[in-house]
């Protein structure tokens, strides 16, 4: 069983940084693909950024050059740096781990972007 707990999230102005952290237990980290999610009120959770075991990431174009997603696997912690920060980037980002069939979430964290 993998449990995540994510911290760093907070209230930034538009065009600031925030830097999440999602540190998991388990000893099967470094086999699975980690992620973050968000949701917004009313929204559908929507994928944020994606790192594989191996080290390839994805993102969607609403955050590729601005989002970076990074992985310490002896610390068993996947880092979501974020920069130039927009409102519409307001929700609660959640921490996904995956390998085959088995998923698991954060609790989440709320990020704030005023304008």
């Known amino acids: 069983q993998v449990q995540l707990v994510e911290s760093g999230g907070g209230l930034v102005q538009a065009g600031g940084s925030l830097r999440l952290s999602c540190a998991a237990s388990?000893?099967?980290?470094?086999?699975?693909?980690m992620a973050w999610y968000r949701q917004a009120p009313g929204k559908q959770r929507d994928l944020v950024a994606a790192?594989?075991?191996?080290?390839?990431?994805n993102y969607p174009d609403s955050v590729k050059g601005r989002f970076t997603i990074s992985r310490d696997n002896v610390r068993s912690t996947v880092y979501l740096q974020m920069n130039s920060l927009k409102p519409e980037d307001t929700a609660v980002y959640y921490c996904?781990?995956?390998?085959?069939?088995?998923?698991?979430w954060g609790q989440g964290t709320q990020v704030t972007v005023s304008s």
């Open positions: 790192i594989t075991s191996g080290g390839n990431t």
């Open positions: 388990g000893n099967i980290f470094n086999i699975g693909t």
């Open positions: 996904n781990y995956k390998f085959r069939t088995i998923t698991y």
